[in-house]
């Protein structure tokens, strides 16, 4: 899973296979990556907005929880090529993975991955097993508890990695086994699990041998250095520049074994503002972007030159976070699965999406949303929850609180909070402030508190930080490290990328989806079971899942058929601009 800005948002199974190719479908697939354009335009500029008060930080493909984002993952897609590739409808691309294919036992305790031999980093060495040894030594090390700062890695634990591998040998410059301490999904395993091993340049990151202690404390000290993700590519793009607060500057790759781009030049630009974003839209300056739904009224002056807008769903997940971290004076308040659901009813979703996202967007009421079409998303396990503010008042009062001027008491406790936002949205405002008068009439008192997003992620993800109780403007898209939405990422007792939620039901029931089972039916009847539940207990408060908006320029071909909106991951090396 990528924490994924709202403003990006707003603004624009089975056991004993051997080989996976089964995946979802999606209300918004565009046509798969490999397709190829009858006309092709070579040259020019493909100009790429960022969301506001977002940059680009981290420059290799493990990540710490501060530094996963989409938009990091945005440029670490193009300079590392994943060992498993998804298509936007959910399906693995072994054409544009590194592995050619991936078998396993019927147990699904063993699991061999060969290496497609057509990969090369740019620097003329091919991608072999000794690349994909080295990422697991480094993943294995940066996930220990003790792992030197930056660290720990943001997948541990998700997928068996690393706690789960018994171990893990090269048979021959193409292939690799993984062996497991017991029996997993093979599904699950290869989604949550191998999916997050990106290949790294062994020859250029290794520098401390089998000292992997010293190795990750190198790494770490050189991820946020642009001149990293310099010394080899084997993604569609290589990495000419990155300066902070202002742009990021990408050339093809032309040792590249996949689609080699025809643009001359990729570039991520730093927006300060929406409306910065727009006039840049307007005059040219970007000529792939989003619009925040405050400004569809004057979507007239883009689509009068030419523009074409159009929304996309990734299959995520948007909410209001608690901070229930043991350090959180809020812990004992947010613990109460009543006080959440008296929140929740108090949260006013159709309003949300009627009044500030212009119908952009899905009411939602647990771990899946309703758009994209997927499989995994059950409407009978996420039944709505009704707005009620006199309902979620009385809950509050069944339960000994009283109403205290103006602020809910109960003892020694207030229910009066610092409401922290990702700033620089309209739409993310609007929706704060709607959310703060509904509290305010149950006797929730809040403060509202803005920040820009890289600095929203790396407070929510600190454990010890308590200068917040509940905090709106992210989201998680279900694109890595864990692709299949089982949850143990975000909800299980030990989630690296919790809120401090910790319930031992919920975690049998997570561990359930992660076991092999003789049919589909018998899986999804697990997974059902525990998205149901999940939904229920609110471990977050649900928010709507809204789109992204695109816009994308006249002269830019192929925007909307690559923009792959259910992974979040666009295919900027298959467009081009005429």
């Excluded at 193009?78 to 019927?106: F, G, M, R």
């Excluded at 068996?160 to 171990?167: L, R, T």
């Excluded at 009813?345 to 939602?364: L, P």
Aim: no cysteine; aromatic share 12%.
């Amino acid at each position: 899973m990528k924490l994924r800005s709202v403003t990006l948002a707003s603004a624009a199974l089975v056991a004993g296979v051997a080989t996976l190719a089964a995946g979802i479908g999606s209300s918004t697939t565009p046509k798969p990556a490999n397709a190829r354009a009858s006309v092709v335009h070579k040259g020019g500029t493909l100009s790429v907005a960022l969301p506001p008060a977002t940059n680009i930080n981290w420059f290799i493909p493990i990540t710490n929880p501060a530094n996963d984002s989409v938009y990091n993952a945005w440029l670490q897609d193009q300079i590392y090529q994943p060992l498993i590739h998804l298509s936007n409808s959910y399906t693995i691309d072994w054409n544009q993975s590194v592995a050619s294919n991936v078998k396993s036992n019927k147990a699904g305790t063993v699991y061999t991955v060969n290496l497609n031999k057509k990969w090369r980093w740019s620097n003329g060495q091919p991608v072999t097993s000794k690349d994909l040894i080295f990422t697991w030594n480094v993943v294995k090390a940066a996930s220990a508890t003790n792992a030197p700062l930056p660290w720990p890695y943001v997948g541990a634990g998700t997928g068996d990695i690393p706690a789960g591998i018994k171990s893990v040998q090269a048979d021959g410059p193409y292939q690799v086994t993984f062996t497991l301490d017991k029996p997993a999904n093979q599904q699950w395993f290869i989604y949550n699990g191998l999916i997050q091993l990106v290949p790294m340049p062994a020859k250029v990151f290794d520098k401390y041998g089998s000292n992997w202690t010293q190795e990750i404390k190198y790494l770490g000290s050189i991820a946020t250095n642009p001149s990293t993700a310099q010394k080899a590519s084997d993604g569609p793009f290589e990495l000419v520049s990155s300066v902070q607060n202002q742009s990021t500057v990408l050339k093809p790759n032309p040792a590249y074994g996949g689609h080699k781009a025809t643009v001359n030049k990729l570039i991520f630009v730093y927006e300060a503002s929406n409306d910065a974003e727009f006039a840049a839209l307007k005059t040219g300056t970007v000529n792939f972007g989003y619009l925040d739904p405050s400004q569809l009224g004057s979507s007239r002056a883009l689509t009068s030159i030419g523009d074409s807008i159009y929304p996309g769903y990734s299959l995520g997940v948007f909410w209001t976070e608690m901070n229930m971290w043991p350090a959180s004076p809020y812990r004992s308040i947010f613990d109460s699965l009543y006080v959440r659901q008296a929140l929740q009813e108090s949260t006013d979703q159709n309003a949300i999406v009627k009044s500030i996202y212009h119908g952009y967007a899905e009411a939602q009421y647990g771990p899946l949303p309703v758009l994209p079409n997927s499989k995994f998303y059950d409407a009978k396990g996420e039944p709505t929850v009704p707005y009620s503010l006199s309902a979620a008042k009385k809950l509050l009062e069944k339960h000994g609180w009283k109403d205290v001027n103006g602020v809910m008491t109960k003892g020694k406790q207030k229910m009066k909070f610092t409401l922290m936002y990702v700033e620089g949205s309209e739409s993310t405002l609007q929706e704060v402030q709607l959310m703060q008068q509904d509290w305010k009439r149950i006797g929730v008192q809040t403060q509202l508190k803005g920040e820009n997003f890289n600095d929203f992620i790396s407070m929510t993800s600190d454990h010890t930080n308590t200068k917040w109780a509940l905090a709106v403007g992210s989201g998680w898209d279900y694109n890595g490290p864990g692709w299949m939405p089982t949850g143990g990422q975000l909800f299980s007792s030990t989630a690296p990328s919790g809120t401090g939620y910790a319930d031992p039901h919920e975690d049998a029931l997570i561990n359930a989806t992660h076991k092999p089972y003789a049919t589909e039916a018998q899986f999804m009847n697990a997974f059902f079971a525990y998205e149901a539940y999940t939904a229920q207990q609110m471990p977050f408060l649900w928010d709507p899942n809204p789109a992204i908006i695109y816009v994308a320029s006249p002269n830019v071909v192929g925007a909307k058929q690559y923009t792959n909106a259910p992974t979040n991951n666009p295919g900027f090396n298959y467009m081009q601009v005429k």
